[in-house]
């Protein structure tokens, strides 16, 4: 359902995350919905997206992540990091599907005027 037009359109967004207070998960997600995606369509691509980044930046700190690698709490950090993500998606996901954007639209309209004030 995604052209490679829209994938490239919301990705090009996505780049307005570097900018401080930008929200890169809700750059794509309006994104999705300006070329016409659904509400899930749209959040589901989102995290799709931050997968590379994610992976990006775990990359960049590959020696922090050996040189722990022999601690016991390690491992289970990593367990319930992973865990409370996949909850944290789903939640998100089935609010999404329920009750859709304008809170979260609401609350990053607000930040946005304040980040303004502040710097």
């Not at 967004?13 to 899930?40: E, M």
């Amino acid at each position: 359902q995604i052209t490679i037009k829209n994938a490239l359109l919301i990705g090009l967004i996505q780049v307005c995350a570097l900018i401080p207070g930008v929200s890169r998960s809700g750059s794509t997600i309006i994104a999705g919905r300006l070329c016409n995606l659904n509400r899930h369509d749209s959040a589901k691509f989102s995290f799709l997206l931050g997968m590379p980044i994610i992976l990006g930046a775990s990359l960049l700190h590959i020696k922090d992540f050996i040189e722990h690698m022999r601690e016991p709490y390690f491992y289970l950090g990593i367990i319930i990091s992973c865990c409370s993500g996949l909850i944290a998606i789903r939640f998100f996901m089935n609010f999404v599907k329920n009750y859709g954007f304008l809170i979260f639209a609401i609350y990053r309209a607000i930040l946005a005027v304040l980040m303004l004030f502040v710097m």
